[in-house]
């Protein structure tokens, strides 16, 4: 069975620019959360969606956004980039909205230059 | 505002011996608590988890303990192998599960 898959692996961007990362979940599963964790601290909480609808929200700008599609996939999109965007982005889902054990990915190094 | 620390940044442990690990929570909100272990290069993976109308939570050689009133949990690892030498968080929920909140990791090396 596979595990959570994210893409790109490592992506290098440029201040101003935007960035899509993508998610697929573990089969079954249909909720899927973002995190960022920054060097040397913990996953900071960004959305949760579950059936396509956003669930739960972190406290970062509206230039994060993200979506849930049909099969349950899902995109984080980052737009205006700064330098402090730098960071591990992780996706974790679990079964349902109401489940507390989260399957995370390896997560994409994205680094602004 | 961080609602869930960890402040040891980390914790080495002679194999064989008992490792603890702490955390401490601010929110009384909380009722889900749970420690994942990340090794380089992968996402975290669950441990443990405890609910807070329990106080301990066993899992073979893990066991997590639960003090509301201090606000506090500790992750008890007996014995200590090798293996389990990682990056720790603890982390929190509310009952529904929507957002979770992260320490910010002890790393423990254990010692052959």
């Known amino acids: 069975d596979a595990g959570v898959t994210q893409s790109p692996t490592h992506l290098i961007k440029t201040r101003g620019q935007h960035v899509t990362l993508r998610c697929s979940p573990i089969s079954g599963h249909k909720s899927v959360s973002w995190y960022q964790q920054v060097l040397g601290q913990g996953p900071q909480f960004i959305f949760q969606y579950y059936e396509k609808e956003e669930r739960g929200r972190g406290n970062f700008p509206d230039r994060f956004s993200a979506r849930q599609f049909p099969n349950y996939s899902s995109e984080l999109n980052v737009n205006a980039l700064l330098l402090g965007d730098s960071a591990l982005y992780l996706c974790a889902s679990t079964l349902g909205d109401r489940y507390h054990e989260q399957y995370f990915g390896p997560g994409t190094r994205l680094t602004v230059t | 505002d961080q609602q869930v620390k960890q402040n040891s940044p980390s914790l080495s442990v002679q194999e064989g011996r008992i490792s603890i690990l702490n955390c401490d929570y601010t929110?009384?909100?909380?009722?889900?608590f749970l420690w994942y272990k990340k090794y380089p290069a992968e996402g975290p993976t669950f441990l443990i988890s405890?609910?807070?109308?329990?106080d301990k939570n066993e899992d073979g050689r893990f066991t997590v303990f639960l003090n509301k009133s201090a606000k506090h949990l500790s992750l008890h690892i007996v014995p200590s192998q090798p293996g389990d030498s990682a990056v720790y968080f603890c982390a929190a929920s509310s009952y529904n599960f929507n957002k979770f909140y992260f320490g910010s990791g002890t790393k423990l090396n254990v010692k052959p």
């Open positions: 405890i609910s807070s109308i329990k």
């Open positions: 929110n009384s909100m909380f009722d889900y």
